[in-house]
């Protein structure tokens, strides 16, 4: 009866070994789930398969000769599995910097949507809509924007004209209250 063989690779070279593969992510495994993947890629290759790297394919060759493979963790990877400090934690929270949320005022569609439903039923032109929502934007601390106010106005016009609230006339130069 053969003695069982287990053969021990560091995940430098088992990440190698798969990147050779095509396994683009192996850098980021954990070494259990390596283990358990080197083992079943090991099974599964073709010996006929060419392998250019010599590097890879004398690993390879090692690897098929053994029973079982164990990937072992490096140095990198058992720094990165102990726990930080409770202190250091509150560390790297204080050296984020957080940034406070935006104030969220009144949009463009907002502001001609109140100037819409805000006129008297004589009705306004095109252009005095525009440039009243585009005012009421700049007074909330906006930029003024007079083609963003205008297709914010048609929009508006829009909606308001389905759900028929507001008329428009027919050279589409005014609305007004329906």
Request: include cysteine; aromatic fraction near 4%; proline fraction near 3%.
């Given at each position: ?17 798969f990147e050779h593969f095509g396994f683009k992510t192996a850098g980021k495994w954990t070494p259990e789930k390596m ?104 007074e909330d601390g906006g930029t003024s924007n007079l083609n ?31």
């Amino acid at each position: 009866m053969a003695k069982k063989t287990t053969m021990k690779i560091s995940k430098d070279k088992a990440v190698r070994v798969f990147e050779h593969f095509g396994f683009k992510t192996a850098g980021k495994w954990t070494p259990e789930k390596m283990t358990e993947k080197l083992n079943n890629l090991i099974e599964s290759i073709d010996p006929k398969v060419k392998i250019k790297s010599k590097k890879v394919k004398a690993l390879v060759a090692e690897l098929v000769a053994a029973d079982t493979i164990v990937v072992k963790a490096g140095e990198k990877d058992k720094e990165a599995a102990t726990p930080k400090d409770k202190k250091d934690k509150g560390k790297a929270k204080d050296d984020k910097k957080t940034v406070p949320p935006k104030k969220r005022g009144i949009t463009r569609l907002d502001a001609a949507t109140k100037v819409l439903l805000g006129m008297k039923k004589k009705g306004l032109t095109v252009e005095e809509v525009v440039a009243a929502s585009d005012e009421m934007c700049v007074e909330d601390g906006g930029t003024s924007n007079l083609n963003e106010a205008k297709y914010s106005f048609k929009l508006a016009v829009r909606v308001l004209e389905v759900a028929e609230l507001i008329t428009v006339s027919e050279d589409k130069e005014s609305v007004r209250l329906a």
